[in-house]
């Protein structure tokens, strides 16, 4: 309950703009890495490949609310991804910026509910929501961070084939 009333708290100051964003140098590539390295007893613990390709890359943001998303993100997809399946994390530099894919081989998400995946609340078929403590916020959160930093956040999926989430952050000089 305590988890849910803190997401609510979080989107009512991002809906108000008093959300608190502390923007300074990250180096994301260590960010990315530090996150899945807290992640990967969880990724064993459930049998799966956890493939990293990272390029060194820095963006302007808030490492807290920058990590929040990496964690989501990363967690969501071990979460549906069974057994001997593999989650690839990869982040790349361009010169539009900082590019993060998070792509599984997990169950997918169905073309019905594909469009709706950043909605509050929103919770996928039931094989998508069964975990303990889903609110259905976290997608819409990590959109709001992501936002809040200049950015996008993408979703391709096939259902029963596996998702990918790609996250872009603008260059550190154009936020």
């Known amino acids: 309950m305590r988890r849910l009333t803190d997401m609510l708290l979080q989107f009512a100051r991002f809906d108000a703009g008093q959300e608190e964003m502390v923007r300074q140098p990250v180096d994301f590539t260590e ?13 064993e613990g459930q049998h ?12 302007l943001g808030d ?3 920058l990590a929040q998303v990496v964690i989501n993100l990363v967690q969501n997809a071990i979460q549906y991804t069974p057994a001997g399946g593999s989650v690839s994390v990869m982040v790349e530099s361009t010169s539009a910026g ?3 894919k998070v792509a599984d081989t997990g169950i997918g998400i169905s073309a ?5 995946v950043f909605e509050r609340f929103f919770r996928a078929d039931r094989a998508r929501s069964g975990g303990e403590g889903r609110t259905g916020l976290g997608l819409a959160i990590s959109q709001a961070i992501i ?9 391709e999926s096939t259902f029963g084939v596996g998702t990918c989430f790609t996250v872009h952050l603008p260059r550190a000089e154009t936020i």
């Open 63 to 65: 490492t807290l609310r």
């Open 31 to 43: 960010l990315v890495e530090g996150c899945v390295e807290r992640l990967k007893p969880l990724a």
């Open 112 to 116: 019905t509910d594909l469009p709706r």
């Open 98 to 100: 900082t590019h993060l």
């Open 48 to 59: 799966l490949n956890l493939v990293l390709n990272l390029q060194p890359t820095e963006v």
């Open 147 to 155: 936002q809040a930093h200049g950015g996008r956040i993408a979703v």
